[in-house]
């Protein structure tokens, strides 16, 4: 198969851990990325290779990735921290790939 | 780090074309390779297809084979990508980015109507 699934929504409390997955056959062969999305602004990479930080994004998100599932990590969520949040990753065929999406809310 | 430019927002008929353009500052264009995503309203991020200028080497999606072309042209740092026979589902915010994700461009809205 070639789709990757995500959760359509996360809710926590400002300070919690938010934790959004991502499964699919192809993240056992290949790497993930996460990319977060606010309303009229384009997406911004959080997470690439699975579990690596871009410079300028906050410690409090991490990654990790176990067998067919990655997981996005945001420890501490804060308000700002709300956006939806797509994980991405490459088919056999080269076809790039996104998850469905899931909207985190911080309240 | 490199920057990406698109063009304007673009209203057009169902059935026609668009052409989107995203020129790139710096290295990002000559060290890179592009990727194209579109979201439509409601829906989530989709990828479009990609190019690797500097061998014209290019990846679409599925559904959109037959409709959607993407080039490059080295002389102006500046990606296309081309989308035929329009419908209302076509309508979106279309993106250019690197391909490793790092760099976006600031969305082009395509409506068809």
């Known amino acids: 198969s070639s789709e990757l699934t995500q959760p359509s929504s996360v809710s926590v409390s400002p300070g919690q851990t938010a934790r959004i997955t991502c499964s699919g056959e192809?993240?056992?062969?290949?790497?993930a990325r996460w990319f977060q999305q606010k309303p009229g602004q384009a997406p911004v990479l959080v997470i690439f290779?699975?579990?690596e930080r871009p410079s300028g994004i906050p410690e409090r998100f991490s990654g990790s990735s176990s067998g067919a599932t990655v997981t996005l990590t945001i420890s501490g969520a804060q308000v700002e921290d709300e956006a939806d949040y797509f994980c991405y990753s490459a088919s056999d065929n080269s076809q790039g790939l996104f998850g469905g999406g899931t909207r985190l809310t911080v309240l | 780090q490199g920057q990406l430019v698109q063009s304007g927002a673009e209203v057009k008929t169902p059935g026609s074309s668009v052409k989107v353009s995203c020129k790139a500052s710096g290295d990002t264009f000559s060290n890179n390779a592009f990727t194209w995503v579109r979201r439509a309203p409601g829906r989530g991020l989709e990828w479009v297809g990609g190019i690797i200028p500097v061998s014209a080497t290019t990846n679409y999606a599925q559904k959109l084979q037959g409709r959607v072309t993407i080039t490059a042209d080295g002389a102006t740092n500046t990606a296309y990508m081309e989308l035929r026979t329009l419908r209302s589902e076509d309508t979106a915010v279309y993106y250019c980015?690197?391909?490793?994700?790092?760099?976006w461009g600031q969305g082009t809205l395509v409506t068809v109507s």
């Open positions: 290779k699975d579990s």
């Open positions: 980015a690197s391909r490793d994700g790092g760099v």
């Open positions: 192809v993240l056992s062969k290949k790497y």
